[in-house]
């Protein structure tokens, strides 16, 4: 497909488990960036990879969360130990970059993230 | 003072009115803005972009920007029940050279057949 593709759709666990949240991003975009929206509320970002490289990593609550994308496409956002409160939609965002201002950011369907 | 502000709503509009759906930022030097729609369960959805002071304007969508008083705004005009959705304001802030988007709660419009 064209758009931003997100894996698991929903991912249930138990409290500690460990989980990773697989995105695909658009063919060509180099910019890829991770939110995570609770319920009401707008998505809060976490993390902005420029390729290969974490550019902006400010938003990673705690160092239970790490995310990797290695070869400058598909990216994994992985937790540790998982708690309650990480429950949320985890959302990708690609943006295609060099081609001037504001390019906007395009969001993949989410990955329901739901821990028992 | 939260960086993206939004009315919460939510907003209830009769089909065919007026939607105005409002959006305060405090980073002064932000660039970028977007709205973006975002159906119940859904992915958010890119509505409009707008970069400088002013209006503009997209089919039934007008969004106004107004950096001196730090204030985006989007319009729906001849409203319709397919419009209700969650609406998200998302600015650009540009704190050290991140490209990341700040978003408002959002505002849920109901548009009202």
């Known amino acids: 497909g064209a758009g931003v593709s997100q894996t698991p759709s929903n991912k249930v666990t138990e409290k500690g488990k460990y989980v990773e949240l697989r995105c695909d991003p658009i063919?060509?975009?180099?910019?890829l960036y991770w939110y995570r929206q609770s319920l009401g509320q707008g998505p809060e970002f976490l993390i902005y990879?420029?390729?290969?490289?974490?550019?902006?990593d400010s938003g990673l609550p705690n160092d239970r969360f790490f995310a990797v994308r290695p070869e400058g496409s598909v990216s994994t956002l992985k937790i540790q130990r998982t708690e309650r409160g990480d429950s949320a939609v985890y959302l990708c965002?690609?943006?295609?970059?060099?081609?001037?201002?504001?390019?906007?950011?395009?969001f993949g369907d989410g990955t329901r993230l739901s821990i028992l | 003072q939260k960086e993206v502000e939004q009315n919460s709503g939510p907003l209830s509009v009769p089909e065919g009115a007026i939607a105005s759906l409002n959006c305060t930022y405090s980073?002064?030097?932000?660039?970028?803005f977007f709205w973006y729609r975002q159906y119940s369960g859904k992915s958010p959805e890119l509505i409009m972009s707008i970069y400088s002071n002013g209006d503009k304007e997209d089919g039934r969508f007008t969004a106004q920007l107004n950096k001196a008083s730090q204030y985006v705004s989007l319009l729906i005009r001849d409203s319709q029940p397919s419009d209700s959705a969650t609406y998200l304001c998302?600015?650009?802030?540009?704190?050290?050279?991140?490209?990341?988007?700040?978003f408002g709660k959002g505002t849920k419009l109901t548009v009202n057949p």
């Open positions: 980073d002064r030097v932000s660039q970028s």
């Open positions: 965002a690609s943006r295609l970059t060099g081609t001037g201002r504001g390019q906007p950011q395009h």
């Open positions: 063919s060509g975009h180099t910019a």
């Open positions: 990879f420029q390729g290969t490289g974490a550019a902006d």
């Open positions: 998302a600015v650009n802030p540009l704190k050290g050279g991140s490209e990341k988007l700040v």
